[in-house]
């Protein structure tokens, strides 16, 4: 059974920094893309980043810039490395990784940017 275990998230003022960690455990082949994806309070799940298992990145556009994605194939972990982080990057932060044929989802772990 496949599972992804997150952490990184918390409480952190506006204009730091925090990395969030995705790992994936159990007999998971065939990773293609992995990904974040983040949900505000009354709003949709939105697309963060996602990364190619060749390394090609896509960013939504309010993150360029301040958010680096990165993935380390060998421990089946994908990064999110945030900078300069406002207010509005407060959500609740999910990992997906997508393998053929199947699509796994994180717990989800909590961002909060607050002075």
């Known amino acids: 059974q496949v599972q992804l275990v997150e952490s990184g998230g918390g409480l952190v003022q506006p204009g730091g920094s925090l990395r969030l960690s995705c790992a994936a455990s159990g007999s998971i082949f065939n990773i293609y893309l992995m990904g974040w994806y983040r949900q505000a309070p009354g709003k949709q799940r939105d697309l963060v980043a996602t990364i190619t298992d060749g390394g090609s990145t896509n960013y939504a556009d309010s993150v360029k810039g301040r958010f680096t994605i990165s993935r380390d194939n060998a421990k089946n972990t994908v990064y999110l490395q945030m900078n300069s982080l406002k207010p509005e990057d407060t959500a609740v932060y999910y990992c997906?990784?997508?393998?053929?044929?199947?699509?796994?989802w994180g717990q989800g772990t909590q961002v909060t940017v607050s002075s």
């Open positions: 997906k990784i997508s393998t053929r044929p199947s699509d796994y």
